[in-house]
């Protein structure tokens, strides 16, 4: 399988600037650019099954995905899982105050919640997501106390639901590293 993103811009208006300033003459260039308030481009994730020759579009915003109905998305830290069963990406709305990691079937393009983080104003992008050697359980970053901890949690399968195993730290203090 291949993973790759999809982008329609077709909404986002071209923004215009002034190139070839080295050159003898200059040129106007345009570059569909989003402004704050202005439609931003639509990313989709897809995979291409090498086997069969598939394109498969990966259920990102539908509902049934835990999407909000009408709610811009972001996309990004798309990596395959540790088995290489699942592809799991990261969603954010526009607003950045939930984070919600999610697994998709490669082959069927189904996803199940993983991970979700709230914050009333913003919630970190990337917290940390280290695999351990069993490739199925993981240290995940929160920040839902207020403060920086760690959880040891279990990434799941389709068929059993992805858990809290352990909260590894806690108190009104952030943790700063994991160390080794």
Do not use: C
Request: without cysteine.
């Amino acid at each position: 399988f291949i993973a790759y993103y999809k982008f329609d811009e077709s909404q986002v208006k071209d923004f215009y600037i002034l190139g070839g300033w080295t050159d003898t003459n200059t040129r106007i260039m345009s570059e569909a650019y989003p402004k704050p308030g202005g439609a931003n481009p639509t990313a989709y994730l897809m995979v291409y099954d090498i086997a069969a020759k598939k394109q498969i579009e990966i259920d990102a915003f539908s509902v049934a995905s835990g999407a909000t109905e009408g709610t811009e998305y972001y996309l990004y830290n798309v990596l395959w899982t540790p088995d290489g069963s699942e592809l799991l990406f990261s969603r954010t709305p526009r607003r950045q105050d939930v984070l919600d990691v999610l697994a998709a079937n490669p082959t069927s393009g189904l996803t199940r919640l993983v991970v979700q983080e709230k914050q009333d104003t913003w919630q970190e992008n990337r917290p940390l997501m280290r695999f351990l050697k069993d490739a199925t359980r993981f240290i995940w970053e929160t920040e839902k106390t207020g403060f920086k901890h760690y959880e040891l949690r279990m990434l799941g399968s389709a068929s059993d639901a992805p858990a809290l195993l352990a909260t590894l730290s806690s108190g009104a203090w952030p943790v700063e590293s994991i160390v080794q």
